[in-house]
T-cell receptor
């Protein structure tokens, strides 16, 4: 079963707008990661936030983590058409689970030029 | 060196045949993972290898699935007597070591069972 659940499942915005995607999970985690996938193929790692962190920035990306609510959000600011992709959150429960990642079902983001 | 590579990129096979999927991880990465992604879904963990330790096979969906990692590098995922429900993209990832966090993914193998 999927650990993470993203919402919305699909998001369509205009270029220049901000995009916010949310992720909820069920068990304790070591860290939470966001990945991007183009055209159903390889995933690209975007950002990792550890369980003791609350917010992290990388370029136009901002990730927040609320471990009390078991939720995370990914904000993409000033979106571009090239940001069109599927975005997945993935939780890492730590070395006892082999650091396997448990993925949500993703948010399909479409940025219209 | 280069990123994670997988072969073949696409594989079409008839129901009941065996298939082998290959993954070349990033050189020096000791942890290797296989995931499966069905159409429009998230990734499902299958198996992982860490150094010379016994692999964690807990995600394999049936005994028709097996995987090996030779010499701590290249890995092969074998599916015997393929079924139509095995159709999916099979993704391989590696990381520097278990617990490092970030995983580097290959482009995947799209398997279609007819």
């Amino acid at each position: 079963s999927q650990q993470g659940e993203e919402d919305p499942q699909a998001l369509s915005i205009q270029e220049g707008e901000n995009a916010t995607m949310n992720c909820s999970y069920k068990t304790s985690i070591n860290n939470l990661q966001w990945y991007r996938q183009n055209s159903g193929r390889g995933l690209v790692h975007l950002i990792l936030i550890r369980s003791n962190e609350r917010e992290k920035h990388s370029g136009r990306l901002r990730v927040t983590l609320d471990t009390s609510k078991k939720s995370s959000s990914l904000l993409i600011t000033a979106s571009r058409a090239a940001d069109t992709a599927s975005y997945f959150c993935a939780t890492d429960a730590g070395e006892t689970s082999g650091s396997r990642l448990t993925f949500g079902e993703g948010t399909q983001l479409t940025v219209n030029p | 060196g280069a990123g994670v590579s997988q072969s073949p990129s696409n594989k079409v096979t008839e129901k009941g045949k065996d298939v082998e999927l290959r993954c070349d991880p990033i050189s020096g990465h000791t942890a290797l993972y296989w995931y499966r992604q069905s159409l429009g879904q998230g990734l499902e963990f299958l198996i992982y290898f860490q150094g010379n330790s016994a692999p964690d096979k807990s995600g394999l969906p049936s005994d028709r699935f097996s995987a090996e990692r030779t010499g701590g590098s290249v890995s092969t995922l074998t599916i015997q007597r393929t079924q139509q429900e095995d159709s999916a993209v099979y993704l391989c990832a590696s990381s520097q070591r278990q617990g490092r966090g970030e995983q580097y993914f290959g482009p995947g193998t799209r398997l279609t069972v007819t």
